[in-house]
């Protein structure tokens, strides 16, 4: 996770339209979650229906009157670290002889870790505290998120069709067969455009080569290295076995320039290239990124969420499936590129579904309000048959109570325009704006009126009236004052001639 990025929240369920008053998925009102939980059969915080300490709450069919549990999401920005699934429901035996029942409880779960980082202070130029350059240790706290009693492997079997947590595969996928992309490139020719008849038209006409969206050229210099729209080429990377470069020519405006003589072929370039390959495209951004190489079908890959936008996924890792053009990874290893999620199809299978505990050896990023699973059975020795139950609970082996007051220290130094809360005091009187009986347009010119009060966020304010009127009868122009002064009768006769 990055350290200085705030994590962003979600509720685990999202409202029914019914509950939320107005639109589903409406999370924006936490009085509907208090009555929701208060509508829970047990499970309560602290204490539970036992009279026993609680440190969670539940989720069941009381709480889906109000929220629609279909899936469970996640509350905050962070990494999975653990989960386990059950193949089948465990059972637990109540009673002995014929009497005894075997009612069936989920140990499934997934816990998640996060990271509240206190923000750094943005200091302004001249303070005290920009003279002071003694490094501030900023507060930090480690906790964890646990989503307990989830559905079994059987589940999952008798409903093919659910959807699957991406952390089961590690972000593990594959290009999908009907994936829309194709291998275009820009065809390169041993002469430049030259009209019929030309003694070169035969070699503008002979193509060396096609090279694929996202080959970077370098165009050679001197001025007969570039006629009209072509350029001739000093190198190409990635470089073709058995094309030289100083042969070649190329039309620059179906590439785009990378400044210094360097240029991308980009998605202007859609020469077909043999053997045709359809794939997913490789883009150099999560938002409108130019195309670097394209995955053919099949292809296996790796994905995170790591600067994700829209659908577009971080690129990884490529586990089989030659891109092209060749990708190259960076010093620190890793692969340029983000992948449309559309286009893939994600592993479904987890790394074990027998009751064992699953430790990820590399945690897996996951966003607030992404798939965490889906809500399993549980049924107590009162209970007449098994309950849907979720059982969520945060926790942190961090010092809270030293991180609050740390984060308040801070707080209290952060100037006024950075700060987005007020404390309002008990049997404080709230009071609504009034409606406004009349609107001043803006850049519309006013004054002050004399009776406007002195103190206070209000002003009575007077608006000017803004006339085309002929300047023959206003008098002299007084230039000091930049006005044209007028009688009582010229005023007069002004405001009869517009009505005023």
């Known amino acids: 996770m990055a350290d200085n990025t705030p994590i962003k929240w979600a509720y685990p369920f999202p409202a029914k339209p019914a509950?939320?008053?107005?639109?589903?998925?409406?999370?924006?009102?936490?009085?509907?979650?208090?009555?929701?939980?208060?509508?829970?059969?047990?499970?309560?915080?602290?204490?539970?229906?036992?009279?026993?300490?609680?440190?969670?709450?539940?989720?069941?069919?009381?709480?889906?009157?109000?929220?629609?549990?279909?899936?469970?999401?996640?509350?905050?920005?962070?990494?999975?670290?653990?989960y386990r699934i059950d193949e089948q429901y465990p059972r637990t035996t109540y009673g002995e002889g014929p009497t005894a029942v075997h009612l069936p409880f989920s140990t499934g779960f997934v816990l998640v870790k996060h990271q509240l980082k206190f923000p750094a202070l943005q200091v302004k130029p001249g303070t005290e505290e920009a003279v002071d350059t003694?490094?501030?240790?900023?507060?930090?706290?480690?906790?964890?998120?646990?989503?307990?009693?989830?559905?079994?492997?059987?589940?999952?079997?008798?409903?093919?069709?659910?959807?699957?947590?991406?952390?089961?595969?590690?972000?593990?996928?594959?290009?999908?067969?009907?994936?829309?992309?194709?291998?275009?490139?820009?065809?390169v020719r041993a002469h430049y455009k030259v009209a019929l008849g030309h003694a070169d038209r035969s070699a503008y006409e002979n193509i060396l080569a096609t090279l694929p969206r996202g080959t970077v050229v370098e165009a050679a210099s001197g001025p007969e290295a570039e006629q009209r729209d072509w350029i001739k080429l000093a190198s190409i990377t990635p470089a073709i076995d058995g094309l030289e470069p100083s042969n070649c020519w190329a039309y620059k405006p179906e590439m785009k320039s990378l400044g210094d003589n360097r240029y991308l072929v980009s998605e202007g370039a859609k020469d077909p290239i043999a053997p045709t390959q359809q794939g997913l495209n490789v883009r150099s951004a999560s938002s409108k990124g130019d195309i670097i190489a394209l995955l053919p079908v099949g292809a296996q890959l790796r994905i995170s969420s790591d600067g994700a936008a829209s659908k577009y996924r971080k690129l990884e890792e490529i586990i089989s499936g030659a891109p092209v053009p060749p990708l190259s990874a960076d010093s620190s290893g890793k692969l340029p590129g983000y992948v449309w999620l559309d286009?893939?199809?994600?592993?479904?299978?987890?790394?074990?579904?027998?009751?064992?505990?699953?430790?990820?050896?590399?945690?897996?990023?996951?966003k607030a309000g992404e798939l965490i699973g889906h809500i399993g059975q549980y049924q107590n020795f009162d209970d007449a048959r098994p309950r849907s139950v979720l059982h969520l609970q945060t926790f942190t082996c961090d010092d809270l109570p030293a991180f609050i007051e740390q984060c308040r220290s801070l707080a209290e130094k952060l100037?006024?325009?950075?700060?987005?809360?007020?404390?309002?005091?008990?049997?404080?009187?709230?009071?609504?704006?009034?409606?406004?009986?009349?609107?001043?347009?803006?850049?519309?010119?006013?004054?002050?009126?004399s009776d406007s009060p002195k103190e206070g966020c209000w002003?009575?304010?007077?608006?000017?009236?803004?006339?085309?009127?002929?300047?023959?009868?206003?008098?002299?122009?007084?230039?000091?004052?930049?006005?044209?002064?007028?009688?009582?009768?010229?005023?007069?006769?002004l405001f009869c001639a517009y009505m005023l």
């Open 343 to 366: 286009s893939l199809e994600t592993s479904n299978e987890p790394k074990a579904h027998d009751g064992s505990v699953v430790v990820l050896d590399q945690p897996v990023a996951i």
């Open 134 to 187: 003694t490094p501030t240790a900023t507060p930090e706290l480690t906790f964890y998120s646990l989503y307990m009693h989830l559905m079994d492997w059987a589940g999952y079997q008798t409903k093919p069709s659910m959807k699957r947590p991406s952390f089961w595969g590690n972000g593990l996928c594959k290009v999908k067969a009907d994936a829309p992309d194709r291998l275009q490139g820009l065809n």
């Open 415 to 449: 100037p006024d325009d950075q700060k987005t809360l007020i404390k309002v005091h008990v049997d404080t009187k709230m009071a609504q704006a009034p409606a406004a009986d009349s609107t001043v347009a803006a850049e519309r010119n006013v004054r002050l009126c």
């Open 19 to 82: 509950s939320s008053g107005s639109s589903a998925g409406d999370t924006n009102n936490p009085e509907l979650y208090f009555q929701a939980l208060a509508k829970a059969k047990d499970g309560f915080y602290p204490m539970g229906a036992s009279g026993l300490l609680h440190g969670g709450v539940h989720f069941d069919e009381g709480t889906a009157t109000c929220l629609d549990q279909s899936e469970v999401k996640c509350i905050a920005d962070g990494e999975v670290i653990a």
């Open 459 to 493: 002003a009575k304010v007077q608006q000017y009236v803004e006339l085309k009127a002929k300047k023959a009868g206003f008098g002299a122009y007084d230039s000091a004052k930049n006005c044209y002064p007028m009688d009582n009768r010229g005023q007069t006769t």
